[in-house]
Antibody, heavy 114, light 109 residues
């Protein structure tokens, strides 16, 4: 049974770059034709799709994030990553990594603050 | 800007039936929007319930069903249990991108 686990810094300074990694166990990220996604949720608010990367490396990002997002695969470590640049307080949220939309990690909280 | 709209809150009695809906500001929701439904309880990640309009995941109880109803995506809970009290989110596909609804807080009372 596939499991996902997010990791990364819990605190990022404004204007800096947020980097998160999702480690996948119980299945290979490079097989199965799956989409590996990131979703975020500000405290007390709803969900927002950030984007996804396919098992072949094709990406698609939420236009609202205006080119600040990059996703990548690390097949040697069975991980995929999210990079969000020029962060502001509005990027403070719990970040989830997701396989398709069926299997979710537990989420990692990120606060943008100086 | 496209908006996906859900009822902010609904209340249902134990054992009852309730239908949550999901509307698109672009018009009628069809199967081409691949509606998904999720349940989220406090402090937990969302749990997927329904994908592609009416398909249950292997873990989804049969009392949850998805459909299209009056131009909207719909999630119907039958034989509601106290543990079904949660926030429910829908998700729609828009040509490469996805938009979540604002969520419906379901109270079982």
């Amino acid at each position: 049974q596939v499991q996902l686990q997010e990791s990364g810094p819990g605190l990022v300074e404004p204007s800096q770059t947020l980097s998160l990694t999702c480690t996948v166990s119980g299945g290979s990220i490079s097989s199965g034709g799956y989409y590996w996604r990131w979703v975020r949720q500000p405290a007390g608010r709803g969900l927002e799709w950030i984007g996804h990367i396919s098992s072949s490396g094709a990406t698609n990002y939420n236009p609202s994030l205006k080119g600040r997002v990059t996703m990548s695969l690390d097949t040697s470590n069975n991980q995929f990553s999210l990079i969000l640049s020029s962060v502001t307080a509005a990027d403070t949220a719990v970040y989830y990594c997701v396989r398709e939309f069926g299997v979710w990690g537990q989420g990692t909280p990120v606060t943008v603050s100086s | 800007q496209t908006v996906v709209t859900q009822e902010p809150s609904l209340t249902v009695s134990p054992g009852g039936t309730v239908t949550l809906t999901c509307a698109s500001s672009t018009g009628a929701v069809t199967t081409g929007y691949y509606p998904n439904w999720f349940q989220q309880k406090p402090g937990q990640p969302p749990r997927a319930l329904i994908y592609s309009t009416n398909n249950r995941h292997s873990w989804t109880p049969a009392r949850f069903s998805g459909s299209l109803l009056g131009g909207k995506a719909a999630l119907t809970l039958s034989g509601v249990r106290p543990e079904d009290e949660a926030e429910y989110y829908c998700l729609l596909y828009y040509g490469g991108g996805w938009i979540f609804g604002g969520g419906t807080q379901l109270t079982v009372l």
